[in-house]
């Protein structure tokens, strides 16, 4: 308990808006590289996971792929490609690796909205005579948002928790403190760098969680009024 007062009192301590890398800057740094990896993996992601899951064809090989890049060991990989691109390239690198890793989650929502949609409302839109575009954006785009989303969500926490390692290849971010906090043996710095990571992602859990919350269509009717049956009877007023 005291180690967890220590490590508080370490991210409110004025001390945190100084120094070689000042919290805030540490934590928009790290955001950046979440948001920027994320927006990468999306524009790749989306579009593939679309096209799949309209024709309903490469989805064995994009299930494929997606376990193969979770499998992938996140820091051995940046450091892999600094040594191969080189110490100028090291931000490129890092990206690489946190975009490859963004990739599957969106890649399974995108795809997985679109079978999830009941086959039937697709078959009354092409009876309604829409084209395939049509079709696209007015039926399978907006039935599969909430699934998409959900991809988003788990790509984002699962990128904003890797970040961390950019700090290995001196790329600062919130994990910088976490590996000065291990050569210096401050294991309040180490805990307080920690909660802030776990409190971003808590945060973005919930703008997502509120996000696909409003884009699940409302599919609710009014209720119809109730009509006395017929053969109920009529009450005859007394005289």
Do not use: C
Not at 113 to 130: H, K, L, N, Q, Y
Not at 139 to 168: D, F, N, W
């Amino acid at each position: 308990m005291n180690l967890f007062a220590e490590a508080l009192a370490w991210i409110f301590s004025p001390a945190r808006l100084t120094g070689s890398l000042p919290l805030p800057e540490a934590i928009v740094q790290h955001l950046a590289y979440t948001f920027g990896a994320v927006a990468i993996a999306a524009v790749i992601a989306i579009p593939l996971g679309y096209l799949i899951g309209h024709t309903g064809r490469g989805r064995e090989v994009a299930v494929f792929l997606s376990g193969a890049a979770r499998a992938l060991p996140a820091l051995g990989l940046v450091i892999l490609l600094v040594m191969l691109a080189g110490v100028q390239l090291k931000t490129q690198a890092a990206m690489t690796v946190f975009v490859i890793l963004a990739i599957p989650s969106i890649l399974a929502g995108a795809y997985a909205g679109f079978e999830a949609i009941d086959r039937s409302v697709i078959g009354a839109g092409r009876a309604m005579g829409m084209t395939q575009w049509q079709i696209l954006f007015r039926i399978e785009m907006p039935l599969g948002l909430a699934l998409l989303i959900g991809g988003l969500r788990s790509a984002t926490l699962q990128v904003v928790a890797t970040v961390t390692i950019a700090a290995y290849v001196g790329l600062g971010g919130l994990g910088f403190y976490m590996i000065q906090g291990l050569n210096t043996r401050d294991f309040p710095e180490i805990l307080g760098a920690s909660i802030i990571v776990v409190a971003l992602a808590l945060v973005l859990d919930g703008l997502f969680a509120l996000l696909a919350r409003f884009a699940v269509p409302r599919t609710d009717a009014p209720r119809p009024r109730r009509v006395r049956s017929a053969a109920a009877p009529v009450p005859v007023p007394s005289r």
